[in-house]
């Protein structure tokens, strides 16, 4: 009894700040806005705050919405990703998804590619095919037999990782005079974002969480082992292939709207696993409201700490999320390195 208090005390805490830290976004940036205007500029605006009611609506709702949105797709695929490989260090760009979803992009830049697809443009829309793409070659490199062992699948993705950073580096000596445009991108930002990007990565993020959260019970017992799962009932192929599949479609959905943002699927999940304990059936939703939660708050500084430039919000989250891996890299080194 004592543990579902706690949790549920967790999920209305965690809940509690996200909303009231997207009410504090919506006040802060380039133009400070008093919070206790907020209400009135959105919903009953005089003729002097026609501008305001603009910026709050057209630029700052749209880039909370979406911040939130990618914060919680790469805060559960992260979940999943460390669940299903036994690994806290695992991350939905681990298994070569930045790597596809950056050629695919980096290819559009250099290329100069216009078209529409689904409502993507040439960019974002070749992010998520080559996100997408890569870890179905990885999947299948992987097979063995009619399986995909899970240190097959991590040892694949991260040799398609490597080899797929080499041909962006290629890609990006041929931009040229555009390599600050390839860097921004990879660096990951909301600048310029609206409610179109909203609009597009809502049925992914819809579609891939159903996946991941009706196989919430299943990933516990892989947890356990895949032996030991088989012999609970778990049909392990079907469900790893499930998982990496919704964990994929969140990651490269987000991949393609907000470009690569790094640490959130890596030390979100690791926290709150922490703090409500293992049960992926709770680890979920926490890990993705903890992820929309760090994310917002990292977009918020990334447009407020240096007036009128805005930082990448992969540099925020860089500097949070950068020490907190070293300080697992040294906890966990005996378990996965060895030692030393």
Request: glycine residues 14%; contains cysteine.
């Amino acid at each position: 009894m004592q543990g579902n208090l706690s949790k549920s005390v967790i999920f209305i805490i965690t809940l509690f700040l996200l909303l009231a830290g997207a009410f504090l976004a919506l006040a802060w940036g380039s133009v400070p806005i008093p919070w206790s205007r907020l209400p009135v500029i959105l919903f009953n605006p005089g003729p002097e705050e026609g501008t305001l009611q603009l910026i709050l609506v057209q630029l700052r709702l749209p880039r909370i919405v979406l911040s939130m949105l990618v914060g919680f797709s790469l805060g559960v695929a992260g979940c999943v990703f460390q669940g299903l490989l036994r690994n806290p260090m695992a991350d939905p760009y681990l298994v070569g998804i930045s790597a596809g979803a950056g050629v695919g992009a980096l290819m559009a830049m250099v290329l100069g590619w216009q078209f529409q697809v689904l409502g993507l443009g040439a960019g974002p829309f070749l992010a998520f095919a080559g996100g997408l793409g890569t870890v179905l070659f990885v999947y299948r490199l992987a097979r063995v037999g009619g399986k995909v062992p899970v240190t097959s699948f991590l040892l694949a993705g991260v040799a398609v990782g490597f080899l797929l950073n080499a041909v962006m580096s290629v890609l990006m000596v041929a931009m040229g005079r555009d390599l600050h445009r390839v860097l921004y991108w990879l660096l990951g930002s909301f600048s310029g974002r609206g409610w179109t990007q909203v609009q597009l990565i809502i049925p992914y993020f819809i579609i891939g969480l159903i996946i991941l959260v009706t196989q919430a019970r299943n990933l516990n017992l892989l947890v356990l082992g895949e032996e030991a799962a088989l012999h609970l009932g778990v049909n392990v192929e079907k469900s790893k292939r499930l998982l990496i599949a919704g964990a994929t479609l969140l990651t490269a959905s987000a991949v393609a709207v907000s470009g690569l943002v790094g640490f959130v699927g890596l030390i979100i999940p690791h926290i709150m696993r922490i703090l409500a304990g293992p049960d992926h059936r709770v680890l979920l939703p926490l890990s993705g409201l903890g992820g929309a939660l760090f994310l917002l708050w990292g977009d918020t500084m990334a447009r407020s700490l240096m007036p009128p430039v805005e930082l990448p919000v992969g540099v925020i989250t860089a500097l949070a999320g950068g020490p907190y891996f070293l300080y697992l890299l040294r906890r966990y080194r005996e378990t996965y390195f060895g030692g030393g």
